[in-house]
């Protein structure tokens, strides 16, 4: 197999535990040769380019249709450099978002959680990037914001989630407010029902969203799969996580499609979470849910060879954490690259053994 990634170097941590997550995916670990092609997404080169870089980095995402992303800061200052995400979504016809809370080995869930949930969101649109302005009126001050969804978007959100249950196993639960905006919000709601009429071999349980949130203390040993509008999905992403006791096992996947909704065009992997200034040069911050961003990458390839490395990276961060090497976070004392080289042992020797059973 022959590919090429881009790779979108960040800030602080960020960068940090990219470079471990790469240590992985070399070629003298598991066999196969990337071509990596590196943009510099630094907060300090963002400014430098005027967000420049941003474009081509997502152009080339474009171009060869993968992407892993170290997570990069976002000043506040208005008239600052913007978002990278914001403009990488809008560039590579991102749709969707992505992420599977995971049990780790060792670490107490809440609610007695177990099983995968994914949360399948728009990247576009909603609530972000609405036009908001605030009027006098009667004497007080009413704030307004116009939002928008496209029927697109929620076809394409309701359709990778049918076709994510399918592969994972899962059920699709959840959904919108539809009782209360049955034009908006039950846009959504109709898409759903499109889709679950498209896939009958898949569990359907629509729910309204206050219902899911309560829900989900309830379903821990089901393996879910919850399709939203982008707010509910960037909220509901940092409560399933957090179910799970740590967001460390989980990762982030943005996803362009443009005509067949179940199989995306473009893919950047990323991790869930910021860049941990706090953290910064002392090789102690949490690798796994970068390294689990590689995994997912290469289980988006079309070819064999790259689904088989990526169970085994899958496989071979967990069952790390299940010996017993663990970061600080996790209540462990193992150093960043120290987790990385345990990690990396068990892949080399999960692909051999596989090899020398002729598995493939």
């Not at 990337?34 to 941003?54: M, Q």
């Not at 992407?67 to 809008?90: C, F, M, W």
């Not at 609405?130 to 007080?140: K, L, M, V, Y």
């Not at 989980?250 to 996803?255: G, N």
Request: charged share 20%; glycine share 8%; proline share 4%.
């Amino acid at each position: 197999m022959s590919a090429t990634i881009a790779v979108l170097e960040g800030d602080q941590t960020g960068q940090e535990l990219l470079d471990e997550a790469l240590r992985v995916i070399a070629p003298e670990v598991i066999g196969i040769e990337f071509d990596l092609r590196r943009f510099d997404l630094s907060l300090e080169n963002r400014r430098a380019t005027d967000n420049g870089v941003v474009l081509e980095a997502a152009d080339a995402m474009v171009e060869c249709g993968f992407g892993i992303k170290a997570a990069t800061v976002t000043p506040e200052t208005a008239g600052d450099v913007r978002s990278p995400n914001a403009v990488l979504r809008q560039r590579v016809g991102g749709k969707v978002i992505l992420r599977t809370g995971r049990r780790i080995p060792g670490v107490p869930s809440m609610g007695g959680v177990s099983a995968p949930i994914s949360v399948v969101r728009m990247a576009v649109d909603d609530a972000y990037n609405a036009t908001e302005w605030r009027e006098q009126s009667n004497g007080d001050e009413v704030a307004f914001r116009t939002e928008h969804i496209s029927r697109a978007t929620c076809r394409a959100v309701s359709e990778f989630a049918f076709a994510q249950a399918r592969r994972t196993h899962a059920r699709v639960f959840g959904g919108p407010k539809y009782t209360v905006s049955p034009v908006y919000e039950g846009m959504l709601k109709e898409e759903m029902d499109a889709a679950a009429a498209r896939y009958p071999d898949v569990a359907y349980e629509p729910q309204l969203i206050d219902a899911t949130y309560a829900l989900l203390l309830t379903h821990g040993g089901d393996a879910l799969v919850i399709p939203s509008l982008n707010r509910d999905g960037d909220c509901l992403s940092d409560f399933v996580l957090q179910l799970f006791g740590s967001i460390a096992g989980a990762e982030s996947l943005l996803l362009g499609f443009t005509e067949d909704t179940t199989k995306p065009d473009v893919v950047m992997a990323e991790a869930p979470h910021g860049t941990a200034p706090a953290l910064q040069g002392k090789n102690i911050a949490n690798p796994m849910a970068m390294i689990l961003a590689a995994a997912s990458l290469l289980g988006f390839m079309a070819d064999a060879q790259g689904k088989v490395v990526s169970r085994a990276i899958y496989e071979a961060t967990f069952e790390t954490v299940r010996a017993g090497t663990r970061t600080a976070d996790l209540g462990g004392h193992a150093f960043t690259d120290e987790f990385t080289n345990a990690v990396i042992e068990a892949v080399r020797n999960k692909l051999e053994l596989w090899g020398s059973l002729g598995m493939s």
